[in-house]
T-cell receptor, first 116, second 112 residues
Framework: NAGVMQNPRHLVRRRGQEARLRCSPM?????VYWYRQLPEEGLKFMVY????????ESGMPKERFSAEFPKEGPSILRIQQVVRGDSAAYFC??????????????FGPGTRLTVL | QQQVKQSPQSLIVQKGGISIINCAYE??????FPWYQQFPGKGPALLIA?????SEKKEGRFTISFNKSAKQFSLHIMDSQPGDSATYFC???????????FGAGTTVTVRA
């Protein structure tokens, strides 16, 4: 029973390039959450998605960041025109129903993004 | 601003000793306080959690102590083992919410 899968595990981009991070939730999970962890800080909520819907993107930077969770395939976190401050670990979590009503969030291993 | 502050940043304990990690929170509306354990290369995994209607919760060698008036909670790892070496995150959230507010993490090293 595979857990939450994220790829790539490590991603290096130069300033101005695009970064695409993928997350495949656990089987049977239709709720996905993205968190970002900056150096020396805890994980911070970015966005909550269900299939084909963005439920809450209150933690997403207003520009350059977008997320999607299509009907088929993984959830994608996209960062356009990356800057050095985007260097961080990006974690995806999933739950079978809306987390917070007794459903635990299961985390993936994260993608470490380094912007040169 | 950081809603959950965690200390220490790292600690080293001898096998069999007690590891203590402390967290303090700002938002008095928080009512669910989970702890996550993360091994290198893995994602955080739920370890133990507490609600503010109890002052202590114990699961095996792991105990959460909760002080509502001080807005503080702590994780105690009794009889620490080398396999407990990991990064521990405290977190807090509102009942029914999905946004977890995490502390910065504590790296625990247990020496054999």
């Amino acid at each position: 029973n595979a857990g939450v899968m994220q790829n790539p595990r490590h991603l290096v981009r130069r300033r101005g390039q695009e970064a695409r991070l993928r997350c495949s939730p656990m089987k049977g999970h239709s709720h996905v959450y993205w968190y970002r962890q900056l150096p020396e800080e805890g994980l911070k909520f970015m966005v909550y998605l269900q299939k084909e819907n963005i439920i809450d993107e209150s933690g997403m930077p207003k520009e350059r960041f977008s997320a999607e969770f299509p009907k088929e395939g993984p959830s994608i976190l996209r960062i356009q025109q990356v800057v050095r401050g985007d260097s961080a670990a990006y974690f995806c979590a999933s739950s079978p129903a809306a987390a917070g009503v007794g459903n635990e969030q299961f985390f993936g291993p994260g993608t470490r993004l380094t912007v040169l | 601003q950081q809603q959950v502050k965690q200390s220490p940043q790292s600690l080293i304990v001898q096998k069999g000793g007690i590891s203590i990690i402390n967290c303090a929170y700002e938002n008095t509306a928080f009512d669910y306080f989970p702890w996550y354990q993360q091994f290198p290369g893995k994602g955080p995994a739920l370890l133990i959690a507490i609600r503010p209607d109890v002052s202590e919760k114990k699961e095996g060698r792991f105990t959460i102590s909760f002080n509502k008036s001080a807005k503080q909670f702590s994780l105690h790892i009794m009889d620490s083992q080398p396999g407990d070496s990991a990064t521990y995150f405290c977190a807090a959230t509102l009942r029914g919410d999905y946004k977890l507010s995490f502390g910065a993490g504590t790296t625990v090293t247990v020496r054999a």
